[in-house]
């Protein structure tokens, strides 16, 4: 039987906004270039003022939608520590550098 792969909460939700951020593009081209192929020449077309306030409406949320999963990608992303390593998120305090760590000491 195959073995399930566990991945930590906090992992599992920054693959999911990757995911989102990677699909992004994809779901604008598909709101902004489908209607284009579904519209023909009958009676019910929209009119220009239509098709603007549309295509302006799907740029807006699109602009939104952007921030909104980088903003959270930001916050699940952990903070980097001065020596380029990941800090964990229950150290909160600093300690003080000894004289066999500090790089400056003499």
């Excluded at 195959?2 to 992992?11: D, G, H, I, S, V």
């Excluded at 990677?22 to 902004?32: E, K, N, V």
């Excluded at 909104?68 to 930001?74: E, G, M, Q």
Aim: proline fraction near 9%.
């Amino acid at each position: 039987m195959a073995r399930r792969l566990f991945l930590e909460r906090r992992t599992y939700r920054q693959n999911r906004l990757q995911d989102a951020a990677r699909l992004l593009p994809f779901l604008a081209a598909i709101l902004i270039f489908g209607p284009i192929f579904i519209l023909d020449d009958s009676a019910g077309a929209p009119t220009l003022a239509t098709t603007l306030v549309y295509f302006f409406a799907v740029w807006f949320a699109m602009i939104v939608l952007t921030a909104l999963v980088n903003r959270a990608l930001i916050r699940s992303t952990p903070a980097e520590t001065a020596d380029g390593g990941a800090r964990p998120p229950s150290a909160t305090t600093t300690a003080k550098p000894t004289p066999a760590t500090d790089p400056e000491a003499p």
